[in-house]
């Protein structure tokens, strides 16, 4: 039972001192392209364990992955449209030429909770 213990112990310090684990933001802007054209909108995925796969799913849908956030600089307004199984935050973000109103209407459509910028 103690050999078990340890190992586990050892596991689990192996997998934080690795990255495994670990929360962090990432996001993926749609401004500058994306596999639809480019979009006035940037999703971010907030305190999740997914980080890295979330910015390699933009990569292969034409979006610019970054760590961190989406800017908030410049937009109107946004809606988290979700949580995922470990607790993280789905937000989408809006910028020019949507409007406040388009994004509230959109929340409200989607039965997502609006979002201050």
Known sequence: MTRILILALAFFVLSVSSGCGILASSSCDFRDGGANGSEPRCQERV????????????TVAQGASANGKCPRTGSVGGCEIGTQGDGSKVNDWYYPPKTRADVEMECMRDNA?????
């Open 47 to 58: 305190e999740t364990l997914a980080s890295e796969a979330f910015k390699a799913t933009c």
């Open 113 to 117: 909770k609006f979002l201050e910028p």
